[in-house]
């Protein structure tokens, strides 16, 4: 019956999280009402809610249980994941948050349509829809996977996956972004607590460090921090850099800061909170290929859990399974402000008034939960999956990057081909008949077949390229990327 104590501290941990969003309806409340007040935070929040909400965005079931699988067959350089992150939060920091908070948006489609065209601001909400849903759907499935692994007893896969819907879906329809911001400085401390202490047992129990490297087989990366291989860390790299810098649930988290500093110090401290996850959660897959060295690598952090004490396992349950809540509700706001500001009231009913934007918002995040959450039955693959997802990205990333920093290039086709060309890249990448990695490459650029990242973004390259040269209807320069210039030469 040891199981009720790490389930007590689960429940313990979820009326935690509604008392936290029961306090951020009332700071919704005073800040403002309608779209900003429900999904920007009324653009109140301060800096560390910004960096609790992008490392709650950022430190997922992937992050956590996805590193900790790869490091029972990589070792350490699995943790080079979060690092990633970590490295396109601080970019994102760096290059581009203060324009974004400049060109006064609430999407990056309101954006592409403000200095390209209607069609790419459309192709934009789609293609930004389909990255996030995709997401989103699979924080269900980890979700469930956490509760059933760690808490077989009491959930199969299918009822975590409905536990973990009623509890993010709740927070956000109630509380909106104050909630999800929140809810995930809640978060944040609960994950590292869970993947500290259980870090820390975990090594005791393998004999340390050195016992992480005895223990394993001489051809095992232990160490090793090129473990995965160089071309698939610098694919990671890559990816992350696109994923931070133009995906709507990410960059909403600067948007809804109170300020550009505020903005900008919060992605800087959200990359120092997400970068030591990830080879913590490695530390822990190399322990359990130290004491468990024949399972499967997708049991290896269930596997050490259930060997905790049972108070210790419920804490480290329930960061694992706040990770997953956390990536949840941010990317859910993230779409329902796609759907609210990009479709109803650019298509649909351009007049609302503060209280109609607030009740088609939470409408939308209700339906928004119900579709992903049937989309999540039919996930399989959560890896797989999210690769293709934020590999879509890598289009927006160029469209977005050349309207700040090179708008002389800029056509008003470049937003509608550039996209286009991406997406008709990644899936001639996934559906054509050819083993990439097979392909007779010189040695050293062989490393260019190891991630879809590095054939999408050439295309998406070529696709602007292309449309520079074609199209002669030059946009308009953003105004922000003018006086941030003449600020820089000042």
């Given at each position: 019956m040891t199981y009720w104590i790490p389930l007590a501290v689960v429940v313990t941990y979820i009326a935690l999280l509604f008392v936290v969003t029961w306090w951020s309806q009332r700071m919704m409340e005073r800040t403002s009402s309608g779209l900003v007040g429900y999904l920007l935070a009324g653009r109140k929040m301060p800096a560390w809610v910004c960096a609790a909400a992008l490392a709650g965005l950022a430190v997922g079931g992937a992050s956590t249980i996805?590193?900790?699988?790869?490091?029972?067959?990589?070792?350490?350089?699995?943790?080079?994941?979060?690092?990633?992150?970590?490295?396109?939060?601080?970019?994102?920091?760096?290059?581009?948050?203060?324009?974004?908070?400049?060109?006064?948006?609430?999407?990056?489609?309101?954006?592409?349509?403000?200095?390209?065209?209607?069609?790419?601001?459309v192709i934009a909400v789609l293609g930004q829809l389909a990255i996030q849903v995709v997401i989103t759907s699979l924080q269900y499935v980890a979700g469930g996977a956490i509760l059933s692994s760690l808490m077989p007893q009491v959930f199969s896969l299918r009822m975590g996956m409905v536990a973990t819907a009623l509890v993010f879906v709740g927070i956000t329809l109630i509380g909106g972004f104050w909630a999800a911001g929140l809810t995930n400085v809640a978060n944040v401390v609960v994950i590292y607590l869970g993947i500290c202490v259980g870090t820390v047992i975990a090594l005791s129990r393998a004999g340390g460090l050195h016992g992480l490297v005895a223990n394993a087989p001489e051809s095992y990366p232990g160490f090793d921090l090129s473990g995965v291989g160089m071309p698939i860390i610098a694919a990671w790299f890559v990816v992350m850099a696109m994923t931070v810098f133009s995906t709507q649930s990410v960059v909403q988290v600067g948007l809804a800061a109170k300020d550009e500093k505020a903005a900008q110090r919060g992605f800087l401290l959200g990359a120092l909170l997400i970068l030591p996850v990830g080879f913590l959660s490695a530390l822990l897959g190399m322990a359990a290929r130290?004491?468990?060295?024949?399972?499967?690598?997708?049991?290896?952090?269930?596997?050490?859990?259930?060997?905790?004490?049972?108070?210790?396992?419920?804490?480290?349950?329930?960061?694992?399974?706040?990770?997953?809540?956390?990536?949840?509700?941010?990317?859910?706001?993230?779409?329902?402000?796609?759907?609210?500001?990009?479709?109803?009231?650019?298509?649909?009913?351009?007049?609302?008034?503060?209280?109609?934007?607030?009740?088609?918002?939470?409408s939308s995040v209700a339906v928004l939960g119900v579709v992903t959450f049937l989309l999540a039955m039919s996930v399989s693959g959560i890896l797989q999956t999210l690769i293709v997802g934020l590999t879509l990205t890598t289009g927006y990333t160029v469209v977005v990057f050349m309207t700040m920093y090179w708008p002389s290039l800029c056509r008003r086709g470049s937003a509608t081909w550039t996209l286009l060309g991406s997406m008709a890249a990644l899936v001639f990448w996934y559906v054509a008949p050819i083993?990439?990695?097979?392909?007779?490459?010189?040695?050293?650029?062989?490393?260019?077949?190891?991630?879809?990242?590095?054939?999408?973004?050439?295309?998406?390259?070529?696709?602007?390229?292309?449309v520079a040269l074609l199209d002669k209807r030059k946009i308009e320069a953003p105004s922000v990327a003018v006086s941030l210039a003449q600020e820089e030469t000042a």
């Amino acid at each position: 019956m040891t199981y009720w104590i790490p389930l007590a501290v689960v429940v313990t941990y979820i009326a935690l999280l509604f008392v936290v969003t029961w306090w951020s309806q009332r700071m919704m409340e005073r800040t403002s009402s309608g779209l900003v007040g429900y999904l920007l935070a009324g653009r109140k929040m301060p800096a560390w809610v910004c960096a609790a909400a992008l490392a709650g965005l950022a430190v997922g079931g992937a992050s956590t249980i996805g590193v900790a699988e790869r490091a029972y067959k990589a070792g350490i350089s699995a943790g080079w994941y979060n690092a990633a992150w970590a490295g396109g939060a601080l970019l994102t920091a760096l290059i581009a948050i203060r324009r974004y908070r400049r060109m006064e948006v609430s999407t990056l489609p309101e954006l592409f349509e403000r200095h390209y065209t209607s069609t790419g601001r459309v192709i934009a909400v789609l293609g930004q829809l389909a990255i996030q849903v995709v997401i989103t759907s699979l924080q269900y499935v980890a979700g469930g996977a956490i509760l059933s692994s760690l808490m077989p007893q009491v959930f199969s896969l299918r009822m975590g996956m409905v536990a973990t819907a009623l509890v993010f879906v709740g927070i956000t329809l109630i509380g909106g972004f104050w909630a999800a911001g929140l809810t995930n400085v809640a978060n944040v401390v609960v994950i590292y607590l869970g993947i500290c202490v259980g870090t820390v047992i975990a090594l005791s129990r393998a004999g340390g460090l050195h016992g992480l490297v005895a223990n394993a087989p001489e051809s095992y990366p232990g160490f090793d921090l090129s473990g995965v291989g160089m071309p698939i860390i610098a694919a990671w790299f890559v990816v992350m850099a696109m994923t931070v810098f133009s995906t709507q649930s990410v960059v909403q988290v600067g948007l809804a800061a109170k300020d550009e500093k505020a903005a900008q110090r919060g992605f800087l401290l959200g990359a120092l909170l997400i970068l030591p996850v990830g080879f913590l959660s490695a530390l822990l897959g190399m322990a359990a290929r130290a004491l468990h060295p024949g399972i499967a690598p997708t049991e290896a952090l269930p596997r050490v859990v259930l060997e905790m004490p049972p108070l210790l396992a419920g804490v480290i349950l329930a960061g694992l399974w706040a990770a997953d809540v956390s990536t949840a509700t941010a990317l859910l706001i993230g779409s329902a402000t796609l759907v609210t500001n990009d479709v109803v009231k650019r298509f649909v009913s351009k007049d609302l008034t503060p209280r109609g934007e607030a009740w088609i918002s939470r409408s939308s995040v209700a339906v928004l939960g119900v579709v992903t959450f049937l989309l999540a039955m039919s996930v399989s693959g959560i890896l797989q999956t999210l690769i293709v997802g934020l590999t879509l990205t890598t289009g927006y990333t160029v469209v977005v990057f050349m309207t700040m920093y090179w708008p002389s290039l800029c056509r008003r086709g470049s937003a509608t081909w550039t996209l286009l060309g991406s997406m008709a890249a990644l899936v001639f990448w996934y559906v054509a008949p050819i083993q990439w990695s097979k392909l007779p490459l010189p040695p050293r650029w062989a490393w260019l077949t190891s991630h879809p990242i590095y054939f999408v973004f050439a295309a998406s390259m070529l696709s602007f390229l292309a449309v520079a040269l074609l199209d002669k209807r030059k946009i308009e320069a953003p105004s922000v990327a003018v006086s941030l210039a003449q600020e820089e030469t000042a």
